[in-house]
């Protein structure tokens, strides 16, 4: 007997009234239907997936794959001809493939055990002295009218993680470009785009071979079991993740203590409680809305509801992380609440599984470092106007950020 085709979507992620409000949006979701079928930004369908429990059950579950090559439904070139469709010349393709993010299994592992020790508690501790001198030195360039976003959020964090990566310093202004280009999503520019970017990754794979130097690109090119197609996607997914992210959770953290007093006086008379407030921002104001699309390997039942073998599966980190079965104040921070849980990760602002975020703990410490740098040198900043959302269903990102340092 032929399977049951699943249900209509009940839900349309490019809903203006979404990407209006991502934040509401997807909280009435997780309310009124909590596992359902949804309509996709990009076209497809899948299942969507909310609560958090639920959430960190299929982000954890073995059948979960983030490759659907092999699957029902799903021939082995699938992807990659949606991809073509979208402009992406074919000798793109391999790179895409060999991202940690397109891996699963012993290819994901071995991967990502080849750089897991520069993202380790003990390596980050080390960094930490360096990621405080590059904070306060820009703050020391700034004052009046900024926007916190591109004035400080992206430096700090596109010169950490080039600094890291070993990205030469008259090619970050490109990477910026870059980063930007691939946000939006133009198909008509990301073509292009990720070509520099490949092209710019091979030429550095290259410079680091001839001439090593103490950066990670270095010790990846140093390993015989990686090749150059593995050690450009590498560069690639790092930077990008690197900056890009860290800088709008920066920029979301930053006006979220804006606009709470009452959290923020705790933090200056209590400094010993940034790494707590840290985690529950990220939890309460983390840029990543849906996490990458991912699907299931065989039947399996999520929420009372049976998701087939070759569906797709779209979990909302977003609502999971404002979950009221999980949390008392699911919608604002509460730090000294998040204090006395410890260094538990109950939100999935970082993902959670075996694609858990492989940088969280720089992302922590930098975080950390940036904003008590910042609202111990300026108590009184505060935002001139009203920012501006961009509309992404994905994500929760501002076009600026402009504050009175004062």
């Known amino acids: 007997m032929m399977p049951a085709s699943p249900p209509e979507p009940v839900v349309d992620l490019t809903d203006p009234a979404v990407l209006a409000d991502p934040l509401r949006g997807y909280d009435r979701i997780l309310a009124e239907t909590p596992v359902c079928r949804a309509r996709l930004p990009g076209g497809g369908e899948a299942w969507l997936i909310t609560g958090n429990a639920d959430v960190r059950a299929v982000l954890a579950h073995p059948a979960i794959r983030n490759d659907p090559a092999g699957l029902p439904g799903h021939g082995a070139r699938a992807q990659e001809r949606t991809l073509l469709a979208l402009g992406t010349p074919e000798e793109h393709l391999p790179y895409l493939r060999a991202s940690l993010l397109s891996l699963d299994g012993a290819a994901h592992t071995r991967l990502r055990r080849s750089i897991a020790g520069a993202f380790g508690a003990a390596k980050v501790a080390e960094m930490r002295p360096r990621l405080r001198r590059i904070v306060h030195d820009l703050l020391d360039t700034l004052g009046g009218t900024v926007d916190l976003l591109d004035g400080f959020a992206y430096p700090v964090a596109m010169t950490v993680v080039c600094e890291l990566v070993g990205v030469d310093e008259e090619d970050r202004d490109a990477w910026r470009r870059w980063g930007k280009v691939l946000v939006a999503a133009d198909p008509a520019e990301v073509a292009v785009t990720m070509g520099e970017m490949f092209a710019s990754c091979h030429a550095l794979v290259d410079r680091r071979r001839a001439d090593p130097k103490d950066d990670l690109i270095s010790a990846v090119v140093a390993q015989d079991h990686l090749g150059d197609v593995e050690a450009v996607a590498l560069v690639v997914f790092l930077v990008l993740a690197g900056h890009e992210t860290a800088a709008h959770a920066l920029s979301n953290a930053a ?152």
């Open 255 to 406: 006006l979220a203590l804006m606009r709470d007093r009452a959290q923020l006086d705790l933090l200056l008379a209590d400094p010993e409680l940034w790494p707590a407030a840290v985690r529950e921002l990220v939890r309460t104001h983390g840029p990543v809305q849906l996490a990458r699309l991912r699907y299931a390997a065989e039947d399996i039942t999520v929420g009372g509801v049976l998701i087939s073998a070759g569906d797709a599966v779209q979990v909302v980190l977003g609502a999971a992380n404002r979950d009221p079965d999980q949390f008392t104040h699911p919608h604002e921070p509460d730090i000294r609440w998040q204090a006395g849980q410890g260094y538990a990760e109950g939100h999935v602002g970082f993902g959670w599984g075996p694609h858990f975020c492989l940088g969280a703990a720089l992302a922590r410490v930098e975080g950390e470092e940036s904003l008590r740098a910042l609202f111990e040198r300026f108590p009184d900043v505060h935002p001139v106007g009203e920012p501006a959302w961009v509309p992404l269903p994905r994500g929760r990102h501002r076009e600026a950020l402009d504050v009175r340092l004062t």
